[in-house]
Nanobody, 116 residues
Framework: QVQLVESGGGLVQAGGSLRLSCAAS????????MGWSRQAPGKEREFVAS????????YYADSVEGRFTISRDNAKNTVYLQMNSLKAEDTAVYYC?????????WGQGTQVTVSS
């Protein structure tokens, strides 16, 4: 099993920045990627960004490309999501997730609210 704990959410004005962190523990050697998804009220959960832990290759949703940056610190088993130029439509609960053998692990989520 892998446990994921997010931190760094909060309230920010439009145009501002936040950095989310996700710390993994447990059988972290079994996972190959980590990333973020989000779910806004009344909407389905959607992909935001992910990073391959071995190569560092990153992937982004079109809606955040150029504004968000995902990075990793393998020594700390931690992934970060730097969010700049935040918009009201970025308001959501952000979930960290990680891919393992035939499974995907999820954190409990952290709220990000962007006021316009």
């Amino acid at each position: 099993q892998v446990q994921l704990v997010e931190s760094g959410g909060g309230l920010v004005q439009a145009g501002g920045s936040l950095r989310l962190s996700c710390a993994a523990s447990g059988r972290t050697f079994t996972v190959y990627d980590m990333g973020w998804s989000r779910q806004a009220p009344g909407k389905e959960r959607e992909f935001v960004a992910s990073i391959m832990l071995s190569s560092g290759t990153t992937y982004y949703a079109d809606s955040v490309e150029g504004r968000f940056t995902i990075s990793r610190d393998n020594a700390k088993n931690t992934v970060y999501l730097q969010m700049n130029s935040l918009k009201a439509e970025d308001t959501a609960v952000y979930y960290c997730n990680s891919g393992g053998i035939n499974t995907r692990y999820w954190g409990q989520g952290t709220q990000v609210t962007v006021s316009s």
